[in-house]
């Protein structure tokens, strides 16, 4: 199972980003995963940003995120999204990619920098 995520990078406040994460080697297909993003900053514990259902009928969101980030999925692509908009520089973190089936997968994560 892989999981690679991209889209990270440096970014005003204010300013947007969209991660993307492509999967691929599940034993199951992809539309039967839950998909989520989380992200941990230096010295913090990991934490869940948002999550999306297998058929993507469902959503929830941290907090601070809710109204600003939005998660998608595209089944036909092995794709999870995640577009971040009004990124404030309490965002900035690695963000990672979850996959889970029972078993959680994990990606390599990628670093998004909110400053000015």
């Known amino acids: 199972v892989q999981l690679v995520e991209s889209g990270g990078g440096l970014v005003q406040p204010g300013g947007s980003l969209r991660l993307s994460c492509a999967a691929s080697?599940?034993?199951?297909?992809?539309?039967?995963?839950?998909m989520s993003w989380y992200r941990q900053a230096p010295g913090e514990e990991r934490e869940l940003v948002a999550a999306i259902s297998i058929v993507g009928g469902i959503t929830n969101y941290a907090d601070s995120v809710k109204g600003r980030f939005t998660i998608s999925r595209d089944n036909a692509k092995n794709t999870v999204y995640l577009q971040m908009n009004s990124l404030k520089p309490e965002d900035t973190a690695v963000y990672y990619c979850?996959?889970?089936?029972?078993?959680?997968?994990w990606g390599q994560g990628t670093q998004v920098t909110v400053s000015s």
């Open positions: 080697g599940f034993t199951f297909t992809f539309s039967s995963y839950g």
């Open positions: 979850n996959a889970r089936r029972g078993l959680q997968y």
